[in-house]
């Protein structure tokens, strides 16, 4: 017997409500262009195909999400997160100023 994935019509989740992109980011704050970006990255909750040209989320996994998002910001030191997320980038004269004034002070 092969193992089956659930999928969001299974009777596993009889209550699953899906979001349209529009939805998604009115309860992310978010902007279209960006839940698209994260999702290409796994960084955000995959979407589905609902119809042609429509996308899909499941609604218990963007505010999964969003909760994961919240614990982790009230342990995080934001300061070293954001010289980590300018790091990603091509943002050196942005740390360098971070870092002088962490210096300085």
Same mark, same amino acid.
């Given at each position: 017997?092969?193992?089956?994935?659930?999928? %969001?019509?299974?009777?596993?989740?009889?209550? /699953?409500?899906?979001?349209?992109?529009?939805? %998604?980011?009115? @309860?992310? #704050?978010?902007?279209?262009?960006?839940?698209?970006?994260?999702?290409?990255?796994?960084?955000?909750? !995959?979407?589905? %195909? !609902?119809? @042609?040209?429509?996308?899909?989320?499941? &609604?218990? /996994?963007?505010?999964?999400?969003?909760?994961?998002?919240?614990?982790? @910001?009230?342990?995080?030191? *934001? *300061?070293?997160?954001?010289?980590?997320?300018? *790091? #990603? #980038?091509?943002?050196? =004269?942005?740390?360098?100023?971070? &870092? =002088?004034?962490? %210096?300085? @002070?």
């Amino acid at each position: 017997m092969q193992n089956k994935t659930p999928t %969001v019509t299974d009777p596993l989740y009889p209550d /699953e409500r899906l979001l349209r992109i529009r939805d %998604v980011a009115t @309860r992310t #704050g978010l902007k279209q262009h960006q839940i698209l970006a994260l999702s290409a990255i796994s960084d955000f909750p !995959a979407s589905a %195909v !609902a119809a @042609r040209d429509t996308l899909v989320w499941s &609604e218990r /996994e963007v505010l999964a999400w969003i909760a994961e998002r919240l614990k982790t @910001r009230d342990h995080a030191d *934001r *300061r070293i997160n954001f010289i980590e997320y300018l *790091r #990603g #980038g091509y943002y050196q =004269n942005e740390i360098d100023a971070i &870092e =002088n004034k962490k %210096v300085s @002070r």
